[in-house]
């Protein structure tokens, strides 16, 4: 066991007795994950410089310490708290957030790992510019690039792997790695910067980054479509790609049963079906340009082309159209999580699939459910644009004919055979490896892929002190 104290003391003398947390009040944050993952922290350390990150880790490598990278904190896997022991040093990025530079011509912020996404857009505003990848949390540059995270309009952005152009990583040793790479072309071997990108900090600590960044939009366009169908869900979004893809943002599904308690639970927020049952679907469909609306008028282009689209045979399946404002309508979409938890037991799944099979997925989702789970509601939403679906399965724990536990192991296994091995899907379409899915990466992760990973890591980690995670 290691010697906290000694540790704490040591430490302090490196990077100032504010930077080191030993009391449990203080660690708990620390501790306890989002949604998953709750550990028992040996102490927290708060660097504030790259360097300060390098000689963190060269202590605790010389004294075989092990160390959890920790970003803000909101992941939904596990993977960025300690594990019980208590022997594990959380090493915190919160401090590391001074460097936040920008250059407009080239569309490129250079930033320190623990800038937290919000800041960023701040100062990128200034310059008409932001940062693509949005979503609900407000996390660190540096966990958004260990999670390769996606978010609602990666339709049309792409995820953060797609929007990186340079990194800086410690490695566990202390060594400092630094590929801050300015450049869009740059065709000269191993892309470094990509072994870091989604594997949950276990390769090395995430310091810096080199972000591509795009103009802000001028103007959006919002429509809620019903949809009787999964397949009208389908044919919709291919009519509104082929027509509009290049002002085409986001396409957001969400189904009745996620719909429902949204009104039930805020009635501030209006329900365009009123007292009518809404459709087995409804697609938030978004469009958004830089060019002002005297050029080119978007909720006017929307409309007309939906209008069309209803009128063709391919519009068969729609119920409804609503225009509306875009907070309206993302205030639906952005409210469901909060309001299914009202509902009961919540275990939620994010799961992709070839988009094409999207539907046929979801309705054998549905029936492997009635057949085997009759009490559990499938209320599932998400960015069917882009192959993905956040499956919210809901239940009453006080009908369960079986413990909580056993439900969701059996819950987990089966949807998750059900994604992988049927439809050619992923068990983690954006949330990353962590303790919470490891299972399920050793399960279905090819076996040259993960001796591969160990390779890696026996090179950049050789003791094996970074993360939870295990990748091989």
């Not at 490196?14 to 944050?29: F, H």
């Not at 679907?281 to 958004?288: G, I, K, N, P, W």
């Amino acid at each position: 066991m290691h010697d906290a104290a000694r540790a704490a003391a040591d430490l302090r003398a490196m990077l100032g007795a504010d930077a080191v947390l030993t009391e449990a009040s203080d660690l708990a944050r620390y501790e306890d994950g989002w949604r998953y993952g709750k550990g028992r922290a040996l102490l927290a350390v708060r660097p504030g410089t790259t360097e300060q990150v390098s000689e963190v880790l060269a202590y605790c490598h010389e004294r075989g310490i092990r160390v959890m990278p920790q970003g803000a904190n909101t992941g939904l896997v596990g993977a960025s708290n300690p594990d019980a022991s208590g022997e594990m040093l959380v090493l915190s990025l919160e401090r590391l957030n001074k460097r936040l530079e920008i250059d407009p011509i080239n569309r490129t912020a250079v930033v320190d790992g623990g800038v937290l996404l919000s800041a960023l857009n701040a100062a990128l505003a200034e310059h008409g510019l932001m940062f693509p990848i949005d979503l609900g949390a407000d996390p660190s540059i540096g966990g958004m690039i260990a999670t390769n995270t996606g978010g609602t309009r990666l339709l049309k952005y792409g995820d953060v792997r797609h929007n990186l152009q340079g990194l800086e990583a410690v490695l566990a040793d202390g060594t400092v790695v630094e590929v801050m790479n300015h450049l869009r072309k740059n065709n000269t071997g191993l892309d470094f910067k990509q072994l870091f990108v989604g594997t949950s900090g276990v390769y090395g600590v995430i310091t810096g980054a080199v972000l591509q960044v795009v103009p802000v939009p001028r103007q959006h366009a919002t429509a809620l479509v019903g949809c009787a169908s999964g397949q009208a869900v389908l044919s919709l979004l291919q009519a509104l790609e082929g027509d509009m893809a290049d002002v085409f943002t986001a396409y957001e599904v969400v189904s009745a049963n996620a719909l429902g308690p949204v009104f039930k639970y805020h009635e501030d927020i209006r329900n365009p079906y009123g007292a009518a049952r809404p459709p087995a679907y409804t697609a938030l469909v978004e469009l958004s340009s830089t060019l002002p609306e005297a050029a080119l008028d978007l909720a006017e282009v929307l409309e007309e082309r939906l209008g069309a689209f209803l009128e063709d045979e391919r519009g068969e399946g729609i119920t409804d159209v609503f225009m509306g404002k875009p907070e309206d309508f993302w205030a639906i979409r952005h409210h469901i999580s909060e309001s299914l938890r009202n509902e009961g037991k919540v275990l939620a799944f994010d799961i992709s699939v070839p988009r094409s099979r999207m539907a046929a997925f979801t309705d054998a989702a549905a029936a492997l459910l009635a057949q085997d789970f009759p009490f559990v509601r499938c209320c599932d939403f998400g960015h069917w644009g882009d192959g993905g679906t956040h499956l919210n399965l809901v239940w009453n724990e006080a009908e369960s004919p079986r413990p909580t536990p056993m439900v969701v192991e059996e819950l987990q296994s089966r949807i998750y055979e059900l994604a992988v091995r049927g439809f050619d899907g992923s068990y983690s379409a954006e949330h990353g490896v962590g303790p919470h899915n490891q299972r399920f990466y050793d399960t279905y992760t090819p076996e040259p892929v993960k001796a591969a990973n160990q390779a890696l890591k026996r090179h950049l980690d050789p003791k094996g002190l970074l993360g939870t995670t295990r990748l091989g």
